[in-house]
């Protein structure tokens, strides 16, 4: 039996006096659930990528999907929010019920479960406009169109993703003058401004540079208040930093999850033991 986890532990004691609030629940305390997924299965053609998953994933936290690459973490993201539908040959059996609602019963409209769902993807995707026009696009698209409304949209999504200071002088400069931080921090006060229930993260701190990264692990920190936040993350370190919840996938099955203190420091399945230890990756 394995028995240390020298990685984990390590990075995990030096981080818990500043984390021990996020794990006040205990194993056997009920979640409070905003998305349960119910014997979920995806395939693409004949190639079955995600078996049987059945998970809760509670409001106002952070869950971390980790699990070695091309075990379907990112699928799992995608199917949250319905961007699987833009795949062909995709085949989705099973419920995700959020908020009460199946967002896969045909009478669904997908513009509206999308909406709830902010997704800030692996590089950042700032649109071919103005930093002023890239926070207000999807607000008029959903109808916004007073201007002291959308000035007020602006300043307070782009000050809640940490960039206001930055930039409030040049609003109606190209986003693409922006650096990458910035941009990744535009495309997240973007998605915050048509006010999403659950922020969906795929990678999101991989293409940037350690500072604009942990910048970006801090916003995330802070806007679990208002949110509950899924990312899916190849980086231990960075779940061992700032989740609350952590699903361990492997070969398109959910092997554990869990608080993320006890998932780190006791997992109970060998293959959570492995992973954690660095057997695989």
């Given amino acids: 039996m394995i028995t240390t986890f020298p990685l984990v532990r390590s990075f995990f004691n030096v981080a818990s006096h500043v984390r021990e609030e996020a794990f006040a629940y205990t194993e056997n305390e009920t979640i409070d ?35 070695p690459s091309g075990c379907g973490k990112s699928t799992l993201l995608k199917t949250i929010n319905r961007l699987i539908d833009d795949i062909d040959h995709v085949k989705v059996e099973g419920d995700i019920i959020i908020d009460g609602e199946n967002i896969y019963e045909k009478k669904v409209e997908v513009t509206h479960i999308r909406k709830k769902m902010g997704l800030l993807s692996q590089r950042p995707t700032p649109l071919p406009m103005s930093i002023f026009d890239n926070i207000t696009f999807g607000c008029k698209i959903h109808g ?68 604009s990264s942990h910048h970006i692990e801090d916003l995330f920190v802070k806007l679990k208040e208002k949110y509950g936040i899924v990312l899916v993350t190849h980086t231990l370190r960075q779940a061992l930093r700032i989740a609350d919840h952590v699903v361990f996938i492997y070969l398109g099955e959910v092997i554990e999850s869990g608080p993320a203190k006890e998932l780190f420091n006791n997992p109970k399945h060998e293959l959570t033991k492995q992973y954690l230890s660095g057997v695989f990756s």
């Fill in 144 to 211: 916004v169109r007073n201007k002291k409304q959308l000035k007020q949209i602006v300043e307070e999504n782009l000050r809640a993703a940490g960039l206001w200071e930055e930039v409030k002088d040049r609003l109606h400069s190209p986003a693409s003058g922006l650096s990458i931080g910035q941009q990744q921090r535009l495309c997240l006060a973007r998605g915050l401004a048509i006010k999403p229930q659950f922020i969906l993260g795929d990678e999101s701190t991989s293409a940037l540079d350690p500072i």
């Fill in 33 to 67: 659930s905003e998305i349960k997924i119910s014997n979920l299965n995806v395939s693409i053609g004949s190639n079955h990528i995600l078996k049987n998953i059945n998970l809760e994933i509670p409001n106002n936290k952070i869950t971390c999907i980790i699990g």
